[in-house]
T-cell receptor, first 111, second 114 residues
């Protein structure tokens, strides 16, 4: 079992719809969770972080964390073609510096 | 405030050669972490430097080595290059050892080994 798992996609959604991206992790000691967006040929860009169970909203983005079920998700409302990218989930254990990344989910927003 | 800068942006090397990649940390940051991202994969942790000392290392062989300088900039050196070393190499800086707040990566160096 991989430490951080994501569906590779592509996930295709129409413009204006909600895109839902999911990530599961295996280490129950994980404490910090991050979503990165990566455009083709570019470096990953941090878009959300979440540390406690529940929802965290930032603009069109909502991160959801459920530690009991060991999953974290990212919702993108009113999806735009410019949101088309690969979304990487990263997890770190408390007190450590090492991030474990999933392989990413490719999102396509269709105009 | 300047961000993390990496050089060069692209590099082509021959198998067996050695390469040095450079990273300038964000102003005020004293910790640098290096990641390798192969095509279609997520970034993988190589190592971290804090106050000029290696603070932790991922599952990479000893031919991957690094340095951090007094100004907190850093180098990643790879000896005896192999074809599988072809990847995007990412550098991130932070203040202190813990990465609880999310790393900001530089633009990366794309290394191609032929």
């Amino acid at each position: 079992q991989k430490e951080v798992e994501q569906n590779s996609g592509p996930l295709s959604v129409p413009e204006g719809a909600i895109a839902s991206l999911n990530c599961t992790y295996s280490d129950r000691g994980s404490q910090s969770f991050f979503w990165y967006r990566q455009y083709s040929g570019k470096s990953p860009e941090l878009i959300m972080s979440i540390y406690s169970n529940g929802d965290k909203e930032d603009g069109r983005f909502t991160a959801q964390l459920n530690k009991a079920s060991q999953y974290v998700s990212l919702l993108i409302r009113d999806s735009q073609p410019s949101d088309s990218a690969t979304y990487l989930c990263a997890v770190s254990t408390s007190g450590t510096y090492k991030y474990i990344f999933g392989t990413g989910t490719r999102l396509k927003v269709l105009a | 405030e300047t961000g993390v800068t990496q050089s060069p942006t692209h590099l082509i090397k021959t198998r067996g050669q050695q390469v040095t990649l450079r990273c300038s940390s964000q102003s005020g940051h004293n910790t640098v972490s290096w990641y390798q991202q192969a095509l279609g994969q997520g970034p993988q942790f190589i190592f971290q430097y804090y106050r000029e000392e290696e603070n932790g290392r991922g599952n990479f062989p000893p031919r991957f080595s690094g340095l951090q300088f007094p100004n907190y900039s850093s180098e990643l050196n790879v000896n005896a290059l192999e074809l599988d070393d072809s990847a995007l190499y990412l550098c991130a800086s932070s203040l202190g050892l813990q990465g609880n707040y999310g790393y900001t990566f530089g633009s990366g160096t794309r290394l191609t080994v032929v």
